[in-house]
């Protein structure tokens, strides 16, 4: 589903990522790992068309799309969730399921309001759908600046849905929830998987990540020292040197 070949993004001196490979297939759970500022939301930020690599290719569904717009990307069935929550806290929790949903719409040019009031009910039914699954329903009509922090990781989850995508990339989603919600959270990413969702997880909550993932693919510098199934990268004297220093 997605294939990503001698993939970098150089920042001046930095090699944020610098000549990776993996591939997504569909319907896999493919974990992103690494310490901290190895390279991961760099990764996704290329994938997702946010930066324009220094080299490499990106293809999606056999598409190389390192150079087509993020809004087009949108469209084509990439969605992301931010490692940094980015929602309009200004508008209801429904509105910014809205704006997603016509996302691609609105960056292509089309008059939001014309979109508005010829609103498709497929779209609605897509958007109720998203929040039944996030456990937002009754809070639809609530300012997303309203709600609790695990409730504003769900309704990122949840606009990431409202586009409809093939391969749904969740950069940290368990950062900064308790048990309780990394459980249910857990619950969700396998259910989605059952939709026929393809997932790309970036994960620091290692439990997390070895119970959901098909796959992980490790990260260091910018370069991947790993690939395999969960038991086989925990197993690997590289992937535990980098994440605790020593052999
Ligand atoms: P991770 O998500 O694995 O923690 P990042 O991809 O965020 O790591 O960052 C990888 C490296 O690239 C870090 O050294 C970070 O400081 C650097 N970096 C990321 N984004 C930028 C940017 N926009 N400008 C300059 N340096 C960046
Ligand atoms: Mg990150």
Redesign the pocket.
Known sequence: MLEVRGLAKH??G?R??DGIDFAIRPGEIFGLI?P????????VNLVCGLYEPTAGQILFEGQDIARVPTHKRLALGLARTF?NIRLFANLTVWENLWMAENAPAHQAGTSFLKRWVGGRSDARERITRALEFSGLAHRADDLAGSLAFGEQRRLELARALAAKPKLLLLDEPAAGMNAGEIAQLDERIRALQGQGYTILL?EHHMELVMAVTDRVCV?NF?RKIAEGTPAEVQADPAVREAYLGTA
């Open positions: 920042f001046g930095v944020a990522v690494g901290n500022g190895s390279g991961k939301s760099t990764t490692q970036i990260l910018g």
